[in-house]
């Protein structure tokens, strides 16, 4: 065959899985920018958009509540998880001691476990305390995904800074956290804001802690699903364009941090 | 040059590593001993915590006992098998085909398939419901104007598919994406090396490839499984483990006797233990695995 048709024909074939996966995602932009006519009517790649599902939302009672829940939930769990993960991550890249491996592996088995299975201790312990409904109950709960994921991200940015950086400062007569503080954490920013990131990702799109923790003052974005539950309505406009506003920042960091995030996902097992 | 790894013990790596791991501590062994407590008692939702009733190993025995439960534990196995086994062979396949040297924009390509494994998976479930919808759903309208069918994706009978359908759809592109990062990162002269020798594609791949990427392969398998298995997110907004029980898997049974529709906080909870019992067994398995790849490196 000719090199070139077949070059062609691949090129369609791959753009055609693409497009196939991608098709939902886009259908859903497609129609919270429709008249309920035109979503139902049929399927027309030209129209005339309307914002009207949207002027919906912002003057709507949840939307802009869940966005400014799930905004100081982010920035919460980014700053905590952080303080809390790039020194553990530090001690583990940089010391030896005796069940270190044991450890980071316990630490790294707490993020497979079941949100349903512990959300009903959480329920109870918060009852107690009075903290369900609260944003920092979703902070505290959320840091079991987020401390174990970013003690394994950012030891290994902490591991590929060489020794001898650290070792000279140590000559010139810091002590260890000066040289912590001087020259590993400058070294080590770019691998924080990445991890910054993808803790936004994941604390963004968590739902289990969110939907059973809160009931109507720290509502987080994924928890709308419940407005549109045994929905059977044709207020598909308005579902499209909320779906669409809150998956919108989560895709955009997903396709910039591509590589970090499978990296993330995979516990760094895959280089990305 | 020992100059560090000499002080390097024990006692001084304690500051920087004791908040997290007390955190830790505190916010899941301390709430699955908790948990573990629970499961032994008659308790209700909304009830007071004090007139909680010692059972014992009731609620176990009542799980075991009940048809309902065990019909959760097979559904949970077939949704969960489905859901892995075809993401790993589409996404295998599609890995193959993306790293061809003669794809025009293969990068591109991969990268736009982070798309989807990125969206709110809750949200995932909600737009898909919309596109089941076996009057106005797109996939009902193409079906029905193609070939002339219109099945009801909600019906009992094939909203456990349609589960299936919208949690492939969302992680097969990170198989994808895990595998393509395996196989671009395999030493190109033992693959040239083979086809010097004359295999062909099937051997290049069942005699190379998947030897080479086991352990890859073995992380991506056990980490779909766990996570189908702990995230209820896609069912839950999809059918919310309905119509009746159809869709009800493990994580679903625990959030329906729990909290939903009967309030049996108890029996919830020996649930829970038997879902954090399994996961606890596969991630055991995962960091077996994990240990013995980072030892080889």
């Known amino acids: ?272 | 040059m020992n100059f560090i790894k000499s002080k390097l013990r024990a006692a001084s790596s304690f500051p920087w590593i004791a908040p997290s791991v007390a955190i830790l501590f505190t916010i899941t062994i301390l709430p699955t001993i908790f948990l573990f407590y629970t499961s032994l008692h008659r308790l209700r939702l909304g009830q007071p915590f004090e007139d909680r009733v010692f059972v014992g190993l009731g609620n176990f025995a009542r799980l075991l006992n009940s048809a309902d439960f065990i019909q959760t534990i097979q559904l949970t196995l077939f949704y969960t098998l489905a859901c892995v086994i075809l993401q790993f062979v589409i996404g295998f396949a599609l890995a193959l085909f993306f790293t061809q040297d003669d794809l025009v924009g293969r990068g591109t390509m991969v990268t736009l398939l982070v798309i989807p494994m990125s969206i709110t998976y809750a949200i995932s479930g909600l737009i898909w419901r919309l596109y089941f919808n076996p009057s106005h759903g797109i996939i009902n309208r193409i079906l029905s104007s193609t070939i002339g069918i219109s099945p009801n994706w909600y019906g009992s009978d094939l909203a456990i598919y349609s589960a299936i359908i919208v949690d492939v759809w969302q992680w097969t592109p990170f198989v994808v994406l895990v595998m393509v990062a395996g196989l671009s990162a395999l030493p190109k002269s033992t693959i040239e090396a083979a086809l010097v020798d004359g295999a062909n594609f099937f051997q290049r791949v069942r005699y190379i490839i998947l030897p080479l990427l086991k352990p890859i392969i073995l992380i991506v398998l056990l980490l779909r499984t766990i996570q189908v298995l702990i995230m209820p997110d896609i069912i839950f907004s999809l059918t919310e483990g309905g119509p009746g029980s159809a869709t009800e898997i493990l994580s679903l049974f625990i959030y329906r006797t729990g909290f939903h529709q009967t309030n049996r906080l108890g029996l919830g909870s020996a649930a829970a233990v038997i879902l954090l019992v399994i996961s606890i067994i596969l991630a055991q398995i995962l960091i077996r695995v994990m240990g013995s790849e980072s030892k080889n490196e």
């Open chain 1, 1 to 272: 065959m000719n090199k070139s048709l077949k070059k062609a024909i691949k090129f369609i074939i791959g753009a055609g899985i693409v497009g196939a996966f991608l098709a939902p995602f886009f259908l859903m932009i497609f129609y919270s920018f429709q008249t309920r006519r035109q979503i139902f009517g049929d399927f027309e790649l030209f129209f005339t958009p309307t914002l009207d599902n949207y002027r919906e939302l912002i003057y709507g009672d949840f939307f802009l509540n869940n966005l400014q829940s799930s905004v100081i939930v982010v920035i919460g769990s980014v700053i905590v998880g952080l303080l809390l993960a790039v020194p553990a991550a530090y001690a583990f890249a940089r010391y030896n001691f005796r069940g270190k491996d044991d450890l980071a592996f316990w630490i790294l088995s707490l993020r497979m476990v079941p949100p349903i299975a512990v959300v009903i201790p959480y329920f109870l312990i918060g009852s107690f305390v009075g903290l369900i409904d609260t944003h920092i109950i979703l902070v505290i709960t959320f840091l079991t995904f987020n401390i174990p994921f970013a003690i394994w991200m950012l030891k290994g940015f902490f591991e590929d800074i060489p020794v001898s950086l650290e070792e000279q400062a140590r000559v010139d007569g810091c002590s260890r956290f000066q040289a912590f503080r001087k020259i590993m954490l400058p070294l080590v920013a770019p691998g924080m804001g990445a991890t910054a990131i993808l803790i936004v990702i994941q604390s963004w799109n968590h739902f289990v802690y969110a939907l059973f923790l809160t009931s109507t003052q720290a509502r987080t974005l994924p928890t709308m699903v419940t407005r549109f539950l045994g929905f059977t309505g044709v207020a598909w406009g308005p579902m499209a364009a909320a779906s669409f506003l809150a998956t919108l920042p989560v895709v955009f960091f997903a396709v910039i941090f591509r590589k970090k995030l499978i990296q993330g996902l995979t516990f760094g097992a895959v280089k990305g």
